[in-house]
């Protein structure tokens, strides 16, 4: 079964700019979540996403943002970059909930906004 | 309602054991440990929902504390493998379900 997919590996931006970031889950999985992760601040949540709607966000602006396909794959958007955007964006997926079972995780999009 | 881990560091020497705790303020559903090692993908470790037994495999096993809401990650008589930052992830009764994880303790293990 293959894992999680994340693309691109590796992204640099300017300030201002826009960025779309993707997750393929595992197949049959529908549940996907995305978190960042900065030295020092652990992993932050930022959303989670089950069939095609968003069930819980994390204390992120409004500038983050994602959505999910009927296929689970998910994409997660952030506008208006800023230089403290820099940081590794992991996206998980699960079966149903990441309430109570094991997540997967993607090696991540590492973002550096310039 | 980030939990907190503690110690935010550690070293060891193989062999020795270790103690990674986590606890929360708020009623948890279910804690999550996860390990990752430099330039990898958190993997997982192991879930403790509510009511539930310590759970162990090997030589890493953990406990929940319902009434306190604390959790610890045991590693016994550790390996070079073990070395990485362990993370804890908590799921609240109430409100949100969703999963917020600490901010991490990370874990050297020298020969």
């Known amino acids: 079964k293959a894992g999680v997919t994340q693309t691109p590996r590796y992204l640099i931006k300017t300030r201002g700019q826009q960025v779309t970031l993707s997750c393929s889950p595992i197949s049959g999985h529908r549940s996907v979540s995305w978190y960042q992760q900065t030295p020092g601040q652990g992993l932050q949540f930022l959303f989670e996403y089950f069939s095609e709607t968003q069930r819980n966000k994390g204390n992120f602006p409004g500038r983050f943002s994602g959505r999910q396909f009927s296929n689970s794959r998910s994409e997660m958007n952030v506008s208006t970059l800023e230089l403290g955007d820099s940081a590794l964006y992991l996206c998980?997926?699960?079966?149903?909930?990441?309430?109570?079972?094991?997540?997967?995780f993607g090696s991540g999009t590492q973002l550096s906004v310039l | 309602q980030q939990p907190v881990q503690s110690p935010q560091a550690v070293i060891l020497r193989e062999g020795e054991d270790a103690v990674i705790n986590c606890s929360s303020s708020k009623a948890l559903y279910s804690v999550h440990w996860y390990r990752q090692k430099h330039g990898e993908a958190p993997v997982f470790l192991m879930i403790l929902l509510k009511g539930g037994e310590q759970k162990g495999h090997d030589k890493i096993s953990a406990s929940f504390n319902e009434k306190k809401q604390q959790s610890s990650l045991y590693l016994t008589a550790s390996q070079l493998s073990y070395s990485g930052t362990y993370f804890c992830g908590t799921a609240v009764l109430q409100g949100a379900q969703k999963l917020v994880f600490g901010q991490g303790t990370r874990l050297t293990i020298n020969p």
């Open positions: 998980a997926s699960s079966l149903r909930s990441p309430f109570n079972e094991k997540l997967f």
